[in-house]
């Protein structure tokens, strides 16, 4: 009999980004080897002012060999929850093997954790970088009490904690907690084969149907280098680092384009204080704000750049990183990415600290070698396609999924 596993998320719209979407592609990968999941997930769309998710609501929607149930966020979209959710969770846990939970210090997410425990269902928890210690500085005092009252005995509960990497795993904040760690990476959907190049025509000699048409667009010739930040617009991204080697970067007469790809519904103010920052300065007449992007316009720029750059504060696993690693992207990111001693020991980029000057010393660098990003792009596709790929994960975690479960029913 095929495992029947819940994943639990409070929202998976494109808007809040890859660590919440990916549950989908996860999703269709455990399918894929034989596993019935079901996700449970709000129509949440953003903050205040968004319209929901246009979708059935609280019926099952095939999708990719799993089910989708929607449920409606109110009455505090912002806040991502839905009794309907837990009131369907309750009702139904008796009817799966395992539930595994996206995001903490999130309310539908606390709460599914609770009922869980309460009929008996055996569940992961995937923290989603919320207990890096930098994290937990913000609404310090908010969450002490959140954490004493709901997550840690939720984590206490759990069968494991899932992390995406060993660093995430080792920083993080575990209350005193003895709860296994789990270290699972998170996968990418590896790009068309129409926009990978051939070993006998590397990715600067190739023309994909779409590249000249990015450019073009971008109003730049096809020697200026193409500098790409895809992300969400947030101050932990580090843009406050950024901009200003990218302005040191223009002083030495080193010649860029940046692609500036993302947005944050959640804090439009510090998206417009961004916009205004760069339009201000020398770095307006070679920056293209493009807002959020998703589908074929997200898999054109990772075709077209050469260089992809995420100087972060701290990031527990990195997904866009690992995206455009998968698309034959060189990255440079700081040290505060948490897949930084992978990008490093592949040699699939650049690994720099959070500093202005190193972080300028390093694109001046990398712009300055194509055949070497040449090389270290060819080994980023390399890596992600052995280490990111999403069958490879499944297979691993059903794995897990089966050792919990025998473990659990040794010990009922």
Known sequence: MPLRILQIVPAVSPIYGGPSQMVLGFSAALAAAGVEVTVLTTDANGDVGQAPLVVPRDRPMSQDGYQIRYFHCAPFQRYKFSLGLLSWLFHHA???????????????????????????????????????????????????????????????????????????????????????????????????????????????????????????????????????????????????????????LLQRGCPFHLALAGSNSQDPA???????????????????????????????????????????????????????????????ISQQVYICDEVRQSEAGWVVPCEVMALANCLETALGQPAECQRRGENARRYASEHYDWQAIAHQTIQTYTQILDSTFRHS
């Open 270 to 332: 510090y998206e417009a204080a961004i916009a205004t920052q760069i339009n201000r300065s020398p770095l307006a007449a070679c920056t293209s704000i493009l807002g959020f992007v998703e589908g074929d316009r997200k898999r054109e720029l990772l075709d077209a750049a050469n260089l992809f750059v995420l100087p972060s504060y701290y990031e527990n696993f990195g997904i866009a990183v690992a995206e455009a690693m998968a698309a034959g992207l060189p990255v440079v």
């Open 94 to 248: 008796a009817e799966f093997d395992l539930a595994h939970i996206h995001a903490l210090f999130s309310p539908v997410s606390t709460a599914a954790a609770t009922v869980a425990r309460y009929r008996g269902l055996p569940y992961i928890l995937r923290p989603l970088g919320t207990l890096d210690p930098a994290d937990l500085q913000k609404k310090r005092r908010l969450k002490q009490l959140y954490a004493g009252l709901w997550e840690r005995p939720n984590l206490a509960g759990a069968a494991a904690i899932h992390f995406t990497s060993q660093r995430e795993a080792n920083v993080s904040e575990r209350f005193g907690l003895l709860t296994p760690a789990l270290i699972l990476p998170l996968g990418v959907t590896l790009p068309l084969p129409a926009f990978l190049p051939t070993q006998a025509e590397p990715k600067e000699q190739t023309q994909p149907i779409s590249s000249p048409t990015i450019r073009q667009q971008l109003g730049i010739s096809g020697n200026t280098p193409l500098l790409l930040f895809l992300s969400r617009l947030d101050p932990k991204k580090g843009l406050d680092l950024l901009l200003p080697a990218l302005e040191l």
